[in-house]
């Protein structure tokens, strides 16, 4: 199950709970979400690239570990947005 198929359940349940309507997203809502997955699909090709590099170039370990690093900000930039946004 994707994470925003599980946003929707909440978000539903939530709506079911107070008795109100379900509410449609807005566009901070829709924007978020279009920021967490371009975030995510940066997140895979730095973790992709980070094998490679480990692979390929075993010699260059500060390339590897600044962009594992990097990758690593980048995944944590999300959360922040997923769950403080």
């Known amino acids: ?8 359940l909440i978000e ?3 709506a079911e709970s107070h008795g109100g309507k379900h509410r449609k997203a807005t566009s901070s809502t ?3 979400a279009k920021a967490r997955q371009i975030l995510n ?3 895979m090709l730095g973790a992709l690239a980070t094998l490679v590099i480990y692979f390929a170039c ?8 600044s962009v ?7 995944k944590v930039a999300e959360f922040f947005i997923r ?3």
Do not use: H, R, W, Y
């Open 1 to 8: 199950m994707k994470s925003d198929e599980v946003d929707k």
């Open 12 to 14: 539903e349940a939530l």
């Open 30 to 32: 829709t924007n978020k």
């Open 41 to 43: 699909i940066i997140f």
């Open 58 to 65: 075993p010699d260059q370990k500060i390339l590897f570990f």
């Open 68 to 74: 594992g690093f990097g990758s690593v900000l980048v």
């Open 83 to 85: 769950f403080l946004g």
